[in-house]
């Protein structure tokens, strides 16, 4: 089992830069497949971004490609959501999510994820 906490999200200006983190305690998260999904008030839950358990391999939504980078740090527990240029349609509450199984497969799917963290609030004013 693995328990994650994201942390980054605040109020910036639209053009602006956030790097979000998800911090993660438990067991193997070196091997587990790592998503990012955002929800803003009113819509449906959205793929951002995912990452795979040694870092090659990354996909990204098609509204943050160019945009945002994912990255992650096995050795300290953690992966992160760089976000450049932002947009007042990226304002949502982010969240993280682990895996064990599935490969690469369906890694845009949120069912497919088993743990979740709590979210962190990311807000762009234009």
């Known amino acids: 089992q693995v328990q994650l906490v994201e942390s980054g999200g605040e109020l910036v200006q639209a053009g602006g830069s956030l790097r979000l983190s998800c911090a993660a305690s438990?067991?193997?998260?070196?091997?587990?497949?790592v998503g990012w999904f955002r929800q803003a008030p009113g819509k449906e839950r959205e793929f951002v971004s995912a990452?795979?358990?040694?870092?090659?391999?990354?996909w990204y939504g098609d509204s943050v490609k160019g945009r945002f980078a994912i990255s992650r740090e096995n050795a300290k527990n953690t992966v992160n959501l760089q976000m450049n240029s932002l947009k007042p349609e990226d304002t949502a509450v982010y969240y993280c999510a682990a895996r064990y199984s599935g490969g690469r497969s369906s890694y845009y799917s949120g069912g497919s994820y088993a743990y979740w963290g709590q979210g962190t609030q990311v807000t762009v004013s234009s």
């Open positions: 990452i795979n358990w040694s870092g090659g391999s990354a």
């Open positions: 438990g067991r193997a998260f070196s091997t587990t497949m």
